[in-house]
DNA sequence: GTCAACACTTTGTCCTGACATAGCTGCAAT
DNA sequence: ATTGCAGCTATGTCAGGACAAAGTGTTGAC
């Protein structure tokens, strides 16, 4: 008899067995589809292993490689001699790491950015540890100003190392500085952060046009690509009465 | 003539085919181990996968199974075609999802915790949405202060639905809430955070034993567990000068 | 000397087959 | 009625083989 949870059926799935595209992936994105179009009832349970391979026509390595990619994506949970759930849609896993550029945009706010010192030379010794660099490296150290809709909203300061990107005034006032980097090959893949507060300096309240004692966000950050090389040291000031960070953390 | 970088020998693998410990998670771990003790040097390449499964005397699914877990966990790349290669130790995975008390008990300091408030009820709407919970959901909801070496140092508002854990008020003092709701086999595995800055009313001064307009560090967060269930909410407050949040984010 | 074609190395994908083990369910013995 | 055992179901682990495709380096033609 069946009185537990309902078992989906996974209609019609086509897959192209001459597309260049791995059949696993082919195999989880349809499945994703599925779940995310409710066609799958959230909580339901997959069809076993061995019968899915059956009919998708697929061995079942192929299958479990599917299903594995959706549990680690935070799609799926495994249970063995249970079977297969599909999770609460709220639980998935983090985008991918976004710089505030990526962040204004995507929210529909208007970016816009004032290059203040821009050049070349050796990192002071914190930035260098922070970035494990030698004595004879460099870096291109930037100070920006970040408005969003016209109003100042961050002071940032950051530090590339040179081999990494040449980083070039005209580039930076059009484009965030992660999407510089991922167009160079180097995409942030891993970083720590350090989020604090404090109050501002009168110097600060002015480049931000607020008050001396208001609240800022402070954020200190270094970020690795998936080869494990320092791409990015940054320093950053948020006006915090206009900006809050949001993130999305997973073990 | 071989002039790349260095290849690794791995030297003397010992596995336990009678171990209930995974072949491939044996072969991992003793991997990780050569790589973090310096043995296989950074930036130096992995032998093969043939060669390995070879002398190791393991199937080649097995030691690629072995490869992949390190490689998710940003110990080792791949490239295909060009060989496996050991990533700077900076490049690690993001431990688990701490709560407060974690951190501090880590970091060598007492932690000492106040109830000021529990109980039992139906959550104010801003709670019952970001739990996703409906219309009869009852939550333990607790404002507690927390103290390090006997300094306060946050303002702690949580709720918890009643069905996920009984919260009492002497667990609560001796041990953090993430460790009670890991205990309770809840384990948060991923969670949305909202951090700001803001400063300290009058009220908030004289708990924290700070002034009037000390910069304060605020987070709201939700949790879910590995079945994508709520578990948890929290709204806290942080006093910046003793307090920063250290995150390590990857995509 | 430069550049394109080629061979070689190495990881990526996919299959078949087998046995182990955790969770569940129902039946039987107490 | 409760406990414990047996059997079923489903995922977990592992082997061995075959071919595809990307990256690297070498060779040869111009």
Redesign the interface.
């Known amino acids: 008899m069946e009185h537990s949870t309902p078992r989906g059926p996974v209609p019609e799935v086509a897959l192209d067995r001459s597309s260049p595209v791995p059949l696993y992936f082919q195999v989880a994105s349809r499945l994703q589809q599925l779940i995310e179009s409710g066609v799958m009832p959230?909580g339901g349970r997959l069809e076993n292993e061995v019968e899915l391979a059956d009919r998708l026509a697929v061995s079942r390595p192929t299958i479990r490689r599917a299903v594995q990619y959706l549990v680690?994506r935070?799609v799926l949970?495994r249970k063995r001699g249970a079977g297969t759930?599909i999770?609460?849609?709220?639980?998935?896993r983090?985008v991918?790491?976004s710089s505030l550029y990526d962040d204004l945009t995507k929210s529909g706010q208007k970016p816009h950015t004032e290059i203040r010192t821009l050049h070349v030379g050796a990192p002071a010794d914190h930035v260098a540890e922070a970035l494990?660099l030698g004595e004879d490296a460099e870096v291109t150290w930037i100070e920006r100003l970040r408005f969003a809709d016209g109003e100042p909203l961050a002071i940032m300061h950051n530090a590339v190392p040179v081999d990494v990107l040449p980083l070039r005034r005209e580039d930076l006032e059009e484009r965030g500085l992660y999407e510089l980097l991922r167009a160079a090959g180097y995409?942030?893949?891993?970083?720590?952060?350090?989020?604090?507060?404090?109050?501002a300096t009168s110097a600060e309240a002015r480049l931000l046009d607020d008050v001396r004692?208001a609240?800022?966000?402070t954020m200190t950050r270094t970020a690795?690509d998936?080869?494990?090389?320092?791409v990015e040291y940054g320093s950053h000031i948020y006006r915090?009465?206009r900006?809050?960070?949001?993130?999305?953390?997973?073990?």
Chains 1, 2 share one sequence.
Not at 87 to 92: A, F, L, Q, T, Y
Not at 187 to 199: E, L, T
Not at 243 to 251: K, Q
């Open positions: 959230v680690e935070g949970v759930q999770v609460h849609p709220k639980v998935r983090p991918e790491l494990g995409a942030p893949r891993m970083a720590n952060q350090v989020v604090g507060a404090r109050v004692g609240p800022l966000l690795w998936a080869g494990g090389r320092a915090a009465s900006y809050s960070l949001e993130l999305t953390l997973s073990t």
